[in-house]
């Protein structure tokens, strides 16, 4: 009798978990509206911060830029003219909108997104591209790379700095809006928060395992680091000090894109496995998370999710590798 007991609790207690995980994941949630911005799907993306516009890169369209308050196609670019190698696999918007970069493998170029001319394109052979970020007005450049570096660059004097704190190929780079602090990660289980202009290092953040995404928020506030097991930390720009840890029962989640609400309380988050998922800044606290829309034609259906962005009203934007653009209601 007592097996039994014990056997009906367990149960009970798995019922009650599984319904407490449910409730906080809107799992079956549909997107306000949906547009189809690559047909065959998109090898990357960004979102401006104020969720204006979009910079989507794809096998038939190139690069497409989108006005997603009206849905309407700005721009098509070429990452490189006359050539096959327009395979654009990074992409960062200006805080102020003014300009994009966008990167494959072996080049980079500046794109002023106020004409949609073309600033300046540029290639690297020591190494390849691992990410990419841009200040405000095109005046600085960030690009972490595969031989451990990241080179920021001053366009005005062609002053490049190269950061040389990792031992090993960077992950993820980024910038604020007016260029003097960058942060990066690596596979050396390191992020680093570093001064542009001296190249010193102002905080080290040390993980467990290789550090996937970092991110900085536009405003100077946050610092966002995750590495690929367990843990992903939200700290204090100011002070260097950790805020909160994300909380999640998963063994790992692995994030593609990160982004901050403008009022500082929420963090939004998009990963490979097509979810989306918002933040509470202070505690860590997922407060809720719902999956993009895959394509139709891939089996196992899946989607990574390149960028998202707080919108107006409690909406959300995200763009994914299924060539879709989705508003989402976030009911907080």
Known sequence: MLCFRNKCFRTLKLVIISSLLLACQDVNKQPLTQWQHAVEGAY?????????????SSIHH?????????????YTWSQQQNSSDNLVLAIDIADNNSHAITASRENFSLWNLATGQSEGFWQISESNIRDVAIANNGNYLLVGQSNNKVVHITLASGRRLEFLGHQEKINSVDMLPNGRVAMSGSNDFVAYVWDTLSGQVIYRFNHPSRVTKVALDPKGRFAFSADSKKDAHIWDLKTGEKISSLKYTNRQEIFSTISFS?????????????????????SGKRLSSWRVTPRKDIRPAGAVV???????????????????????????
């Open 44 to 56: 990357d993306a960004d979102i401006s911060n104020d969720a204006s516009l979009s910079v989507v």
């Open 62 to 74: 190139g690069i497409s830029v989108w006005d997603l308050k009206n849905n309407a196609l700005k």
């Open 262 to 282: 403008p009022d500082g309380k929420q963090l939004l988050t998009g990963a490979p496995s097509r979810k989306v998922s918002v933040w509470d800044i202070a």
């Open 306 to 332: 390149y960028a998202a962005a707080f919108s107006d009203n409690n909406v959300i934007i995200t763009e994914s590798s299924a060539g879709y653009a989705e508003r989402w209601l976030f009911e907080p």
